[in-house]
């Protein structure tokens, strides 16, 4: 089942500038709430008493003066390949399943992503097209599971890194091309009781 979530943005929050801003902080926000549910899956106090949003200022502050890095997509591809055949997306069921391009070929202009398809069910790929994918999320009011949040960040970092974008704004950016929206990445979470792991495993995953 999809969250159902209202993508307004936070209040009172650092502000962001260039592509490397909105992608570390998403990417924060993510490791944060993803260490605390795990945390809480084994039973242990949470490792940030103070709030999601004070520790991920905190991790961003680490990614950005290279105290912490971003890891390749290896591990996330081998837990994408031996996890169930359901839609990446919400999880749906389908006989058939097509391949869904993360950053959409279109975008690309003959540039290669490696890693950058997902199984996807008809009707989401149909649904979705080439459009954005935190765009598309936004305007369906629903929210990525965190398995594939984290992938398509890797995959926005990567890119980014190869070809110069991280320490430019996301403005010249877009004029640069840029083949994703880095102000459509989630800047606020939804409670950590309604996120989704992976809807390809039934139980948490590493």
């Known amino acids: ?8 943005e936070p209040k009172r929050q650092r502000k962001l500038h ?16 993803r ?17 999601r949003t004070k520790a991920a200022n905190i991790l961003m502050s680490h990614f950005q003066g290279s105290q912490k890095k971003i890891r390749d997509l290896d591990r996330d591809d081998r837990l994408s390949q031996d996890g169930a055949h359901v839609c990446a997306h919400f999880g749906c069921l ?3 399943y097509h391949w869904d391009h993360m950053v959409p070929r279109s975008k690309l202009y003959g540039l290669y992503i490696p890693l950058n398809q997902v199984r ?5 790929n149909i649904s979705r097209g ?44 877009a004029l640069e091309r840029l083949p994703f929206e880095p102000r459509n990445f989630p800047r606020k979470f939804p409670p950590l009781e309604q996120l989704v792991w992976d809807y390809a495993y039934k139980g948490p995953q590493a």
């Open 120 to 124: 996807s069910c008809p009707r989401c």
């Open 18 to 33: 260039t592509v490397g801003d909105y992608i570390f902080w998403s990417y924060s926000m993510l490791s944060v709430s």
């Open 1 to 8: 089942m999809a969250i159902c979530w209202q993508w307004d």
């Open 94 to 96: 389908s006989s058939k």
């Open 35 to 51: 260490e605390i549910m795990e945390r809480t899956r084994k039973g242990e106090p949470s490792p940030h008493p103070n709030g």
């Open 130 to 173: 080439a459009k954005d994918l935190m765009g598309w999320h936004r305007e369906n009011q629903t929210f990525p599971s965190l398995g594939i949040l984290r992938r398509y960040l890797k995959i926005c970092y990567y890119y980014s890194q190869q070809h110069g974008y991280l320490d430019l704004s996301v403005e010249n950016a």
